[in-house]
Every structure is written in structure tokens, then in C-alpha cells.
């Protein structure tokens, strides 16, 4: 291949995982909080099929898991941390800003990877969350690219499923005072 058709090659590549929005996939599927909270407070939310194959590193770097007989790995690197200051003196902003990358390997090989930026500004009244996806790359087609929003999406549907099924009485009972203020 000549270097412009490489260039219009990974350009195309990084187009498609864009539309098929794999970042964005990847980061919910990544999601430490989330994790941390399950495992610890509430492991029925975690779809049990994921659960049982879940291992996660102490400080929620690496998320190991299985589908069927492949093996993921999620790795979040930071790159590097900064602290800025914004605004006067009376009503100054603090924002810290995490430069990170989140990479995928399946059965060992790197198959996707991507720039991150955390930013929290700390306001006055209350701390702003910003989450960039940024630069991919690295991305190697495969089957991974169908199996992990199947997978995503249903750990998404065991989770609605349990709250579903822990609110219906709540959901019930607001229905019932619905009906009766409403004369039905």
C-alpha cells in the first residue's frame, strides 16, 4: 500500500468506530463507580452471565471479563494530571484535568484504543463533570465490534429489569393515588 492510501485507510477505520460509536460503548461499559458500588453494595444489579466472568483490579484499572470462550480486558492508563485556576480571586474555579487512554485487548491483542479527559471544575456552587472521548487510536476490526454492545446492552436490560422489579409496588401505588386524584 502507498502511505496515502494507508492514511485513507486508518482514516476510514477511525470514521467507522466513530459511527459506530465504540468510545462511547467502551466508557459504559468501563464505568469504575459503577462497578465499585455493584460489587460492594448491590451485586444483584450486575447482569449475572457478566458477574460470574468479572474480574476487576483493585483501583478499577483493568476489568477482565468473558464472552463464550474469549477473554476482554479494559485498561484505563493515566497519561497525566494538571490543576487550573479560573475566574478572580472572590469566585475562582478550581478545575482538575485527568489525560487518559482506555484500551481493548482480546486474547491479549490491542484492538482499540482512545484518549480520554476527565475534567471536574469545583464551582462555588457545586462541582462540573466534563468526559471527552478523545483521539482514537488504535482499532482493529473483529467480532469483538458486534459482541461488546450486544453484551452492553444486556447488562443495560438486567439493570432495568431488577429496578423495574424492586419499584413495581412503588410504580403501583403512585398509579393507584394517579387514578384516584383524577377520578378514574
Not at 471479563?65 to 485556576?85: C, P
Amino acid at each position: 500500500m502507498e502511505p496515502d492510501e494507508i492514511r485513507a485507510e486508518i482514516q476510514r477505520r477511525k470514521q467507522q468506530a466513530i459511527d459506530l460509536r465504540i468510545r462511547e460503548i467502551l466508557w459504559s461499559l468501563y464505568n469504575p463507580h459503577h462497578y465499585a458500588k455493584l460489587l460492594a453494595d448491590d451485586p444483584e444489579l450486575l447482569y449475572p452471565e457478566f458477574r460470574e466472568v468479572l474480574d476487576v483490579s483493585d483501583n478499577f484499572s483493568h476489568i477482565q471479563f468473558r464472552v463464550g470462550d474469549t477473554a476482554y480486558v479494559l485498561t484505563y492508563k493515566k497519561k497525566s494530571e494538571e490543576r487550573q485556576f479560573w475566574g478572580s480571586r472572590r469566585l475562582e474555579d478550581e478545575v482538575d484535568i485527568t489525560h487518559a487512554t482506555l484500551a481493548l485487548e482480546v486474547d491479549g491483542k490491542l484492538v482499540f484504543d482512545f484518549e480520554v479527559r476527565k475534567m471536574v471544575t469545583y464551582t462555588p456552587d457545586c462541582p462540573v463533570f466534563d468526559e471527552t472521548m478523545g483521539e482514537i487510536t488504535s482499532f482493529v476490526e473483529g467480532p469483538w465490534v458486534n459482541v461488546i454492545p450486544e453484551l452492553l446492552g444486556k447488562i443495560r436490560l438486567h439493570e432495568k429489569a431488577v429496578w423495574d422489579r424492586r419499584n413495581a409496588p412503588k410504580i403501583q401505588q403512585r398509579l393507584e393515588e394517579d387514578k384516584k386524584r383524577f377520578g378514574l
